[in-house]
Protein backbone atom coordinates (compact mmCIF):
# COMPACT_ATOMS: atom_id res chain seq x y z
CA UNK A 1 0.00 0.00 0.00
CA UNK A 2 0.97 3.51 -0.67
CA UNK A 3 0.13 6.60 1.19
CA UNK A 4 0.83 9.79 -0.27
CA UNK A 5 1.28 13.03 1.31
CA UNK A 6 -1.58 14.91 2.56
CA UNK A 7 -2.75 17.93 4.52
CA UNK A 8 -3.94 17.32 7.83
CA UNK A 9 -7.58 18.61 8.73
CA UNK A 10 -7.25 20.79 12.22
CA UNK A 11 -7.87 19.06 15.06
CA UNK A 12 -10.84 20.01 16.73
CA UNK A 13 -10.01 20.20 20.52
CA UNK A 14 -7.06 22.49 18.96
CA UNK A 15 -9.34 25.03 17.32
CA UNK A 16 -8.18 27.72 19.04
CA UNK A 17 -4.08 27.40 18.12
CA UNK A 18 -1.85 30.44 17.47
CA UNK A 19 -0.19 28.32 14.95
CA UNK A 20 -2.54 26.33 13.09
CA UNK A 21 -5.79 27.58 13.78
CA UNK A 22 -7.59 28.86 10.22
CA UNK A 23 -9.90 30.98 12.33
CA UNK A 24 -8.62 31.91 15.18
CA UNK A 25 -7.71 35.97 15.54
CA UNK A 26 -4.15 36.50 15.13
CA UNK A 27 -3.07 33.00 14.09
CA UNK A 28 -0.74 32.15 12.06
CA UNK A 29 -3.04 29.49 10.01
CA UNK A 30 -0.17 26.96 9.07
CA UNK A 31 -1.53 23.96 7.85
CA UNK A 32 0.86 20.79 8.26
CA UNK A 33 1.30 17.89 5.54
CA UNK A 34 1.32 14.45 6.65
CA UNK A 35 4.00 12.14 5.22
CA UNK A 36 3.92 8.55 4.63
CA UNK A 37 7.13 7.95 6.82
CA UNK A 38 5.43 9.49 9.70
CA UNK A 39 6.85 13.00 9.70
CA UNK A 40 4.81 16.29 8.88
CA UNK A 41 6.22 19.59 6.89
CA UNK A 42 5.06 23.02 6.54
CA UNK A 43 6.14 26.13 5.17
CA UNK A 44 6.45 29.16 6.78
CA UNK A 45 7.29 32.74 5.13
CA UNK A 46 7.53 35.37 8.46
CA UNK A 47 7.02 38.71 8.08
CA UNK A 48 7.62 41.62 10.61
CA UNK A 49 4.88 40.48 12.54
CA UNK A 50 6.87 37.58 14.21
CA UNK A 51 9.80 40.01 14.50
CA UNK A 52 12.14 40.07 17.56
CA UNK A 53 14.90 41.77 16.64
CA UNK A 54 15.40 44.21 13.45
CA UNK A 55 15.14 41.26 10.61
CA UNK A 56 14.98 38.23 12.76
CA UNK A 57 12.10 35.99 13.64
CA UNK A 58 11.25 36.19 17.51
CA UNK A 59 12.45 32.89 19.43
CA UNK A 60 9.46 32.16 20.78
CA UNK A 61 7.51 31.76 17.37
CA UNK A 62 10.79 29.54 16.82
CA UNK A 63 10.15 27.54 19.61
CA UNK A 64 6.20 27.16 18.85
CA UNK A 65 6.70 26.14 15.32
CA UNK A 66 8.53 23.26 15.88
CA UNK A 67 6.29 22.23 19.24
CA UNK A 68 3.30 22.77 16.81
CA UNK A 69 5.11 20.45 13.95
CA UNK A 70 5.84 17.87 16.42
CA UNK A 71 2.02 17.76 17.88
CA UNK A 72 1.28 17.34 14.42
CA UNK A 73 2.88 14.07 14.06
CA UNK A 74 1.08 13.04 17.13
CA UNK A 75 -2.41 14.23 15.53
CA UNK A 76 -1.51 12.16 12.23
CA UNK A 77 -1.79 9.10 14.62
CA UNK A 78 -4.88 9.82 16.00
CA UNK A 79 -3.28 10.99 19.54
CA UNK A 80 -3.56 14.55 21.58
CA UNK A 81 -1.06 15.05 23.67
CA UNK A 82 0.57 17.95 25.66
CA UNK A 83 4.07 19.04 25.91
CA UNK A 84 6.17 17.96 28.93
CA UNK A 85 9.63 19.40 28.11
CA UNK A 86 10.78 21.33 25.00
CA UNK A 87 14.42 22.07 24.37
CA UNK A 88 15.35 24.39 21.50
CA UNK A 89 18.76 24.77 19.95
CA UNK A 90 18.92 28.48 17.83
CA UNK A 91 21.81 27.24 15.47
CA UNK A 92 21.32 30.42 13.22
CA UNK A 93 19.39 33.79 13.51
CA UNK A 94 16.46 32.92 11.64
CA UNK A 95 15.58 35.93 8.91
CA UNK A 96 12.85 37.44 8.07
CA UNK A 97 11.06 37.57 4.71
CA UNK A 98 12.93 34.39 3.82
CA UNK A 99 10.74 31.15 3.76
CA UNK A 100 11.09 28.53 6.37
CA UNK A 101 10.55 24.87 6.06
CA UNK A 102 9.56 23.22 9.40
CA UNK A 103 9.28 19.68 10.10
CA UNK A 104 9.09 17.65 12.65
CA UNK A 105 8.85 13.31 13.39
CA UNK A 106 9.13 10.63 15.37
CA UNK A 107 11.90 8.41 16.24
CA UNK A 108 10.39 6.33 19.26
CA UNK A 109 7.58 5.81 20.74
CA UNK A 110 6.90 4.40 24.71
CA UNK A 111 3.50 3.67 26.58
CA UNK A 112 3.61 7.22 28.58
CA UNK A 113 5.90 9.41 27.08
CA UNK A 114 6.42 10.39 23.22
CA UNK A 115 9.61 11.64 21.79
CA UNK A 116 9.71 13.77 18.96
CA UNK A 117 12.18 15.71 17.06
CA UNK A 118 11.47 19.00 14.39
CA UNK A 119 14.07 21.42 12.68
CA UNK A 120 13.56 24.41 10.90
CA UNK A 121 15.33 25.03 7.72
CA UNK A 122 16.37 28.41 6.22
CA UNK A 123 17.77 28.24 2.44
CA UNK A 124 18.48 24.67 3.02
CA UNK A 125 20.21 24.89 6.36
CA UNK A 126 19.03 24.03 9.93
CA UNK A 127 18.48 27.33 11.85
CA UNK A 128 16.65 25.75 14.70
CA UNK A 129 15.81 22.50 15.75
CA UNK A 130 14.16 20.92 18.59
CA UNK A 131 13.43 17.66 21.30
CA UNK A 132 10.62 17.31 22.83
CA UNK A 133 8.47 15.55 25.54
CA UNK A 134 4.81 14.84 24.81
CA UNK A 135 2.32 13.25 27.40
CA UNK A 136 -0.88 11.80 26.37
CA UNK A 137 -3.82 14.02 27.09
CA UNK A 138 -6.59 13.45 29.07
CA UNK A 139 -9.93 13.17 28.00
CA UNK A 140 -12.02 16.11 28.51
CA UNK A 141 -14.83 15.27 31.27
CA UNK A 142 -17.98 16.32 31.13
Not at 30 to 46: E, I, R
Not at 91 to 117: C, D, G, H, M
Request: glycine share 8%; hydrophobic share 40%; charged share 20%.
Amino acid sequence: MTFLPYEMEPNSNHQHCVVCSPTAPGSLALVFTAHPDGSVTTDFFPDEAVQGYTGQVHGGIIASLLDAAMTHVLFQRGVEAVTAELKVRYVKPVQLKNSLRVAAWEPETSRRIFELYGEIRQAGKVVAWAEGKFMKRPAARP
